[in-house]
């Protein structure tokens, strides 16, 4: 009955697990060949299941032929399984494949042979069967078949490195075991002594091939057999020692405990439970000792221990990379690490550090790599580790092929990201294992653990460089800086003072650091006293210094260093030596002064000479036409026109270099402009050019030389007539305007039919500058002098498409200001 039961569970198991197993990945070769495998299995157990449960010989021997062609297909999928796994890529050609089902399919239709046996009998307990030489042949080609796929995966195992090695393992080790039981059961008991009484359970012992199978197929994390039969081992031990332990204590006790009246179930549960206890207890500690015992190398934990010390206490990026390589090497023996590392300016990826554990390794500089390569990208958006297993199992067959390919060109097995806030800075890159074996569970967590340890310890690294350099950086900027620089504490002492302090102040750098302030010459110690009283900023505070028995322009700049919150940290101070500014500034005046006094030399000579040659021409004709009546007469009025001319002339001038007689009146802009407009109305009507005016705005007054005021004004309307062609207008408008210096005045006078270029409008307020053929240029400028005179600016904008503007401002009193009783306002 047991037998029986076997042989169903084993149907049934094997069934679902090949279904189980297909549907974890039905693109895959191998997941269709082991399902039409495990179903064959399946199909073997129910027949044999069928044999021994048949009542007459002629049922068993249906049942007998039948399994000889599900067996044949079952034994052509194994070797079909051989050739395809676990490369995942279908090596063996189509007619091989044919040869091997059409051998298989020939034995197979030996179950059809009519001596495939001579005679059955059934007895209460076994089966006698009298086989022929059919079966003789069909066993021959089970064991040989059987065989050749053993030594297929064998070859496949010394060949194969890390998980794909394992893998192998995991099926050889099913199918040794299975092989060896069915061949034991199934050929050689029935061939000698002519019985299949335990036949049944070759077929239920198949279930072990199925398990080796299906776990190196679908397990994703897999466990060297070695581990496997460690722990199996050391739960064995665990076990044995604690029951022998209790069960040899309980069997002392016993006596005591039943005189005590104790109940022994009660006893034999507390000491199950105790036994339980211990024998996890025991199995942590038996574990352990034999993971040190037989772990060969470096043990990982204790690697991961240092190296995350050693990291974390690295601020410098290079010897991050070294230390993170070499303990990744000293802990899985690796064929090379390289820790790869990203700027922040940069799309590469650059190889840091570097270990490779063969001399003769040709790629001894790995190369840069892009952030758009192919497995940098797979490993940013996956953001954990991807080995070359997982490649192959949950990639589509045309990505893991050419992942795998630049896997290969890298010699990569394992690549871990560095990420910081969800993004890449860095990757680390583990070749295969030396000795050929794969990864442990145990190894790829360390990797991934130091991976992200390296991305914590690396930003800290940047960020101190980035910190190291600017403070190397502000450093020497105030080593190179001309300014004198002092910063001080809130308590009013010296914490930097920069060498050129040296030279500005007079000053020892050294021994004015940690001293207070009164060290410092007074005006500046008061600058810094009162940023740090009251927290303003003060720019620009000129005055002298004594400095080695003479005195010395400086401008001093002193402004609060903010803390947290309303905290002050201290105050800064710039101080510029402006002995060369002072300098500068007297030859730039000088400079000045003489090209004006050019210009106006000059202009005057040229101004002047006109009109004397006029004079020196009537002059020279005097003595041969001094009886003409009419050349007397002309002689006269030119010599009038030239000397009046003259006489303007100079008293042009005198307006722009002598300052006026001091008037201050109440100006009433509006009634100036209405009399300029009025004066110059009759020179526009002759021109063709409306000129307006508005000022209906206007309820205050300027301050000034009202005459003065007036020249200006009529000065720049008359230009804009004159400049204005014909059919044209002229628009003066005033209006009352707030800045940032107060209330204004602001008189525009515009005309749209004139342009004066840019590179022309900074001249035209220069003296005896004009565009118009009569003019003397002084014009303009005495406008811009009397404007001044009054604290106001004029100013010009002018365009191609609107014409030319200019705009005079004034100070202003509005009426709406109240700056004196109402009666007092006129």
Avoid at 433 to 454: N, P
Avoid at 582 to 587: C, G, S, T, V
Avoid at 791 to 816: K, M, N
Wanted: glycine share 6%; with cysteine.
């Amino acid at each position: 009955m047991i037998k029986e039961t076997a042989l169903a569970v084993t149907a049934t198991a094997a069934v679902a697990l090949g279904i189980a197993v297909y549907q974890r990945n039905p693109d895959r070769v191998w997941n269709r060949l082991f399902a039409v495998h495990a179903a064959g299995g399946g199909v073997w157990a129910f027949l044999n299941y069928m044999i021994e449960t048949a009542e007459t010989p002629t049922e068993l021997g249906l049942w007998l032929r039948l399994t000889h062609p599900v067996v044949a297909m079952v034994i052509c999928t194994v070797v079909d399984f051989a050739w395809t796994f676990p490369e995942r890529i279908d090596y063996v050609d189509t007619h091989r494949r044919m040869l091997l089902y059409g051998i298989g399919l020939f034995f197979g239709m030996s179950g059809a042979a009519p001596n495939l046996y001579h005679s059955i009998s059934i007895t209460p307990h076994a089966v006698a069967v009298d086989y022929g030489w059919p079966f003789v042949a069909f066993g021959i080609f089970t064991v040989v078949a059987l065989g050749y796929a053993d030594v297929v995966l064998l070859r496949k195992a010394i060949r194969l490195e890390g998980v794909q090695r394992v893998q192998v393992v995991w099926v050889l080790i099913g199918l040794a075991g299975s092989h060896l039981i069915a061949s034991l059961v199934i050929i050689i008991i029935p061939l000698v002594w002519g019985t299949t009484a335990y036949s049944g359970w070759g077929a239920a012992g198949y279930i072990v091939t199925l398990l080796g199978m299906g776990y190196a197929i679908a397990k994703h994390r897999l466990m060297r057999p070695d581990m496997a039969l460690r722990r199996l081992a050391g739960a064995m031990a665990s076990a044995s020692i604690v029951l022998s332990v209790g069960i040899g204590l309980l069997q002392t006790l016993e006596p005591l405990l039943v005189a005590q009246g104790v109940p022994m179930p009660l006893a034999y549960i507390v000491v199950g439970l105790l036994m339980g206890m211990l024998i996890l207890i025991a199995h942590e500690q038996v574990s352990e000792w034999m993971r040190r015992m037989l772990t060969s190398g470096n043990d990982p934990a204790v690697v991961q221990a240092e190296a995350q010390s050693n990291i974390l206490r690295t601020l410098d990026a290079d010897q991050l990379g070294h230390s993170l390589a070499q303990a990744i090497h000293d802990a899985l023996e690796p064929s090379r690490v390289v820790v790869y590392t990203r700027s922040d300016d940069s799309n590469w990826l650059q190889p840091r550090a570097f270990i490779a554990a063969r001399d003769d390794d040709t790629r001894a500089s790995p190369p840069a790599l892009p952030l758009d390569h192919e497995l940098v990208r797979l490993v940013a958006d996956e953001a954990g580790l991807i080995t070359r297993d997982q490649v192959f199992r949950f990639q589509s067959l045309d990505e893991a092929r050419r992942l795998s390919a630049e896997m290969s060109e890298l010699d990569a097995q394992t690549l871990a990201p560095m990420m910081w806030e969800d993004e890449l800075i860095g990757l680390v890159l583990v070749g295969p294992k030396l000795s050929g074996d794969m990864y442990t569970d145990e190894h790829l967590r360390f990797v991934a653990d130091m991976a992200l340890q390296a991305s914590l310890a690396l930003r800290n690294a940047e960020l101190y460089a980035q910190t190291a350099a600017l403070k190397e950086f502000n450093e020497r900027i105030l080593r190179e800086m001309d300014n004198a620089v002092v910063v001080t504490n809130p308590s009013g002492r010296i914490v930097v003072c920069n060498r050129a302090a040296e030279r500005v102040l007079g000053i020892d750098a050294r021994q004015a650091r940690g001293a207070r302030i009164e060290v410092l010459p007074q005006g500046i110690a008061n600058c810094i006293r009162a940023s740090l009283g009251s927290g303003r900023i003060l720019s620009s505070q000129q005055f002298r210094i004594e400095r080695d028995g003479t005195t010395v322009p400086v401008a001093c700049s002193t402004s609060p260093l903010a803390g947290d919150g309303d905290a002050s940290q201290g105050a800064v101070a710039v101080i510029s030596d402006l002995t060369l500014i002072e300098q500068l500034d007297k030859e730039r005046q000088e400079a000045e002064r003489l090209s004006l006094i050019r210009l106006i030399s000059a202009g005057m000579a040229h101004e002047i000479r006109n009109p004397l040659v006029a004079i020196r021409t009537f002059a020279e004709l005097a003595p041969k036409r001094l009886d003409d009546p009419e050349f007397r007469s002309n002689f006269l009025t030119v010599a009038q026109q030239e000397i009046k001319r003259i006489d303007k002339l100079v008293g042009d001038l005198l307006t722009l270099s002598k300052p006026a007689d001091v008037v201050v009146e109440a100006i009433p802009i509006a009634d100036i402009c209405r009399q300029v407009v009025r004066s110059l109305s009759g020179v526009a009507e002759a021109k063709n050019v409306t000129i307006n005016l508005h000022t209906s705005s206007l309820s205050g007054h300027a301050e000034g030389d009202p005459s003065r005021l007036h020249q200006a004004i009529m000065n720049v309307v008359s230009n804009a007539i004159e400049a204005e062609p014909p059919r044209g207008r002229v628009e003066v408008t005033a209006t009352e305007a707030h800045t940032r210096d107060g209330d204004v005045v602001r008189i525009r006078v515009h005309n749209s039919g004139s342009y004066i270029p840019e590179e022309h409008i900074e001249e035209i307020f220069r003296p005896f500058v004009s565009r118009k053929p009569e003019g003397t240029g002084l014009g303009l400028a005495i406008c811009q002098t009397i404007i001044e005179e009054h604290q106001g600016q004029i100013s010009v904008h002018s365009t191609p498409e609107d014409g030319t503007e200019f705009v005079i401002e004034l100070p202003y009193e509005s009426a709406r200001t109240p700056t004196m009783p109402a009666g007092e306002r006129r």
